[in-house]
């Protein structure tokens, strides 16, 4: 089992460390955030309510490299295939989906999506000849509520990463959440999103999934 | 004069740049060459053509009103007011000065988004909607005020557009819900109430309804969704015309396999060309089969696509009024607004 600790990022304390008030208050808050991990109280002991408290953690994969060296030309473009985008999800994704934290002194220990097998190599369908890419996720629990900032996140990650010809599709694996159709309709209706990324404190957490906090 | 006999074309007529970020919505004003887009940049763009080249340039910018996403925007029935609804929660109202526009109103009273704004056939009515699932009519006084008349509830998610119908005032709301609902004051006193929902169950869509546009007449409407679907509906307006009471709505047609991605609007011109707008960046154009079927109703062909018309979605799609040139603009996330004529190729 591969675990990775690394310090607690700052940015990610300044997130929790906001007022519980001043969270429920936010109009704009598209998620709720009383779902997420924890209450602080009064800045004194951290009550954790976590989602999921023993995730099963996988290891991960060797990073695979590209045997098709013939190709020397500089500018030729090649075809986006699931192998690229593979290396964009898994590689680059650093989602802190857990915080466990007993006080504010305590390190995080992130994982991966990869090493939560949120994200597997069959969760991407790639067509590049038609710009066409689907990402399907498995929640670790079936009643995940970080499931739309985990869908969000990939999509902003991908929006980031491919051409903008692209027509991206995100969904939960069938059978593995609760309100699927619910969650599915949300991932992928466009306004829904766009508003969503006008949220600024949204859109930080989402950058906090992306960063790399650990390498 | 068919149509469909003929080898018809839609020409690029010109490209019009200048927002930096998608383009939601495109509304040509009814009196005179003048188009309004507005974008994800949180400005207002208002293009006009100039009279000697025949060519839209970007007249003037309105900017610095919103501080969101401007989602959509609608002329008034005279042209000199522009309505402007933004993400912000607000909705702007401006008035053409001739060299500039003022904003002169701001309507406030939603909970979130302002999705879609538009005006009734008089002018004497302003309807909003939002992703707080509420549909609000604000009445037009004079000397610049607006006055919330009604909150109509009944949707229960997001509220993604609404349109008064052309003749009468009866409101129509499309939503998340994948219901489209009517609103009626029976008794005219500006009691709205819900008359008539249109869901799965009267052959409605199954997933969320993006956009509503009737025809001239007003006794057709076709409605566009993220099912991949365009819907025909009909109604006897003749009875409501005469006081006979409310005429309900019944679905005609269905227009399926046309598009691969949702569809964001659907407008219906003048002259009977349904055109519609979708995530497969295409244009469609529709048009009646002419086919008297008994049974099954009217039928609509497909009289053609257009792929390709822009490099990303297409989120609107609107026919001039003008009578002289069949002219339709469209409006994309590519940040591009286009003008496009439908020609008879030679």
């Known amino acids: 089992m591969n675990w990775r600790i690394t310090p607690a990022s700052s940015s990610s304390i300044k997130l929790l460390s906001l007022p519980l008030i001043e969270l429920r208050q936010s109009r704009y808050f598209y998620f ?13 002991r951290m009550v954790s309510g976590l989602i999921n408290e023993n995730p099963t953690v996988y290891e991960r994969k060797e990073r695979r490299v590209r045997t098709d060296s013939t190709n020397t030309d500089e500018f030729s473009v090649e075809p986006i295939d699931q192998l690229e985008i593979f290396d964009i999800l898994f590689f680059d994704f650093a989602i802190v989906n857990i915080h466990h934290i007993r006080d504010i002194r305590d390190p995080e220990h992130p994982y991966s999506l990869e090493q939560l097998k949120v994200l597997t190599e069959d969760s991407v369908e790639v067509d590049d000849h038609k710009s066409y890419v689907r990402v399907t996720f498995t929640p670790t629990v079936e009643h995940c509520s970080m499931a739309t900032i985990i869908g969000l996140s990939v999509r902003v990650k991908l929006m980031r990463s491919l051409p903008p010809r692209y027509k991206i599709d995100i969904r939960v694996a069938p059978g593995s959440h609760a309100t699927e159709a619910a969650l599915n309709k949300q991932l992928n209706d466009k306004e829904r999103v766009a508003a969503a990324l006008e949220n600024p404190n949204l859109v930080e957490m989402v950058d906090e999934c992306l960063s790399p906090s650990f390498e | 004069m068919d149509l469909m006999e003929k080898n018809l074309e839609l020409i690029e007529v010109q490209k019009l ?3 930096t970020d998608r383009v939601w919505n495109a509304a040509w004003n009814p009196v005179s060459p003048i188009l309004a887009s507005c974008s994800g940049d949180n400005s207002v763009r208002i293009w006009e053509q100039s009279s ?23 002329w008034s029935p005279s042209g000199k007011l522009l309505a402007t609804a933004s993400f912000d929660g607000t909705t702007a109202i401006w008035e053409d000065l001739g060299d500039e526009f003022e904003c002169i109103s701001t309507l406030e009273g939603h909970e979130n988004e302002v999705k879609s704004v538009s005006w009734n056939a008089s002018g004497s009515y302003l309807a909003t909607c939002s992703r707080d699932k509420s549909v609000w009519i604000w009445e037009v006084l004079g000397g610049n005020e607006y006055d919330c008349a009604s909150v109509l509830n009944g949707h229960t998610q997001d509220v993604k557009m609404v349109l008064w119908h052309p003749t009468l005032d009866v409101l129509f709301s499309c939503s998340y819900d994948n219901t489209i609902k009517v ?10 109430q819900c008359v008539q929902t249109l869901d799965e169950s009267t052959n409605g869509h199954s997933s969320t309804v993006w956009a509503i546009s009737f025809n001239a007449a007003g006794d057709k409407m076709v409605t566009c969704s993220d099912d991949l679907t365009l819907k025909i509906w009909g109604a ?25 991605r949702t569809i964001f609007s659907t407008h219906w011109s003048s002259d009977d060309i349904i055109a519609s707008g979708a995530g497969d960046d295409a244009i469609g154009l529709f048009v009646d089969s002419k086919q008297h079927d008994p049974v099954n109703g009217p039928s609509y062909n497909l009289l053609l696509k257009k792929e390709k018309a822009h490099e990303m979605d297409i989120n609107s ?3 001039s009024p003008s009578k002289e040139s069949r002219l339709l603009a469209s409006a994309s996330d590519d940040g591009m607004v286009k003008i496009w004529q439908l020609e008879t190729t030679p």
């Open chain 2, 17 to 19: 740049e200048g927002h």
């Open chain 2, 183 to 192: 609103w009626w004051s029976e008794d005219d006193d500006g009691d709205y």
């Open chain 2, 52 to 74: 000697l080249s025949r060519s839209w340039s970007c007249k003037t910018v309105l900017e610095e009103t919103h501080t969101r996403t401007v989602r959509s925007c609608s």
């Open chain 2, 236 to 260: 006897d307006i003749s009875m409501m015309h005469s006081g006979e009471g409310y005429a309900p709505w019944t679905h005609l047609c269905t227009l399926s396999g046309y598009h691969d």
């Open chain 2, 317 to 319: 799609v609107q026919w």
């Open chain 1, 32 to 44: 709720s955030l009383e779902n997420l991990l924890v209450v602080c109280v009064r800045g004194k």
